[in-house]
């Protein structure tokens, strides 16, 4: 489809522009008109087709530098409601549409926890939909044809559930914080609500990940997932590392001021769970996985709310490598927030303050940095 070439074109185009090239921006822009305006003239849509077609355009949009002055304003917007209206067609959805379906739903959800109000609609129609989306593959048949023994099929199967799970528990962490921020900043309900619902939300997902996750980790959880083929070695990973940045975020994130009311079992489990993700998040990288791009929303988080400059300077550090991997300049503008954010920190301590007094959200708000990606 000629849409789609011109889609690939100009996102691949992009890329090179953001990296250095800038007067390759034009030719960029050029292959997004055509693509838009080849679409409009095609009577042949298949759904598969336009999930690809509208994704690269999402991300074209979302990663594009001028995406404020883009015609009709929030382009980015239609191409994610429309994304969220294909990904519940009566089409047929082969497994690499499946695929970038899913990453639709992170994305959203982890542009509405980074404060991106504007975001959401893909998530709010996965829960109206029963928190589904279509199936990458079977996964009981494809696991028989890859592991010889039942016992690893089903602990594989165990580590691509645990995925799912957590990437819908973010999913409806991201409308929770959302809804407790809104609320917060505009004074509604008492604090002490918003605060018991933070600790169900947290309670119910301990607990869950305590029951689903395979019991082969607890006993030797380095030996066992290095056993593990690379798909389900690395939904295990992604599984794990979102847990921890769900718990760090309900702890810091959930509204202005927070960190104000942290417990010290709280701190300590915050600071547990971002050395956690710096350790993953390192062996990940090191480990040369293919675009390793949704690690960098756990590091940027991760430093912003570590307690010592040593942390913080070694997440942004990892944030520099995955640089040169991610579309677009998203993992650089998330590289400086976070040193402009560990900045204000020291600048806050230096003055006798605490650095928990600084809401990173408002922070990046106040002075208009926020992102509307962390991980494309």
Known sequence: MSQLYHAICAVSILDLALKGQRELLPRAFQHYHQAIVTCISSD????????YLHYILFVFDICSPSWGSVPDGQMWAQHLQRLSYLAYSKGDVN??????????????????????????????????????LPAWYDLKNHLQHKYTGTDEAEFATACFALSDFMRTRLADLS???????RHVDVGHVDIEVHQQRISSFTDELRTSWSLKRPVRLSESPNETVTRLLLPAKNAFEFASLQ?????????????????????????????????????????IIESEAPQPNHVVFPVFLAGVLSSNDHDRNRAI??????????????ASRSRQLLEAICAEQRTLVQKGGNAAELDWISYAKARGLIILNMCV
């Open 95 to 132: 497994e690499l549409q499946a695929n970038l379906l899913s990453c639709m739903l992170y994305i959203d959800a982890q542009s509405c926890l980074a404060g991106n109000g504007e975001f959401g609609m893909f998530v709010r129609e996965f829960q109206i939909q029963k928190s589904t």
């Open 44 to 51: 042949v849509k298949p759904t598969g087709s336009l999930i």
């Open 317 to 330: 550090g990892l944030i520099r490598i995955l640089e040169s991997t991610a579309i677009g300049d998203g």
């Open 243 to 283: 847990y921890s940045v769900a718990m760090i975020y309900l702890h810091t994130s959930m509204y202005r001021n927070q960190r104000v009311h942290v417990l010290v079992a709280q701190r300590r489990e915050i600071l547990f769970h971002c050395r956690l993700v710096l350790a993953k998040a390192s062996a």
């Open 175 to 181: 409308q929770l914080a959302s809804q407790i921020r």
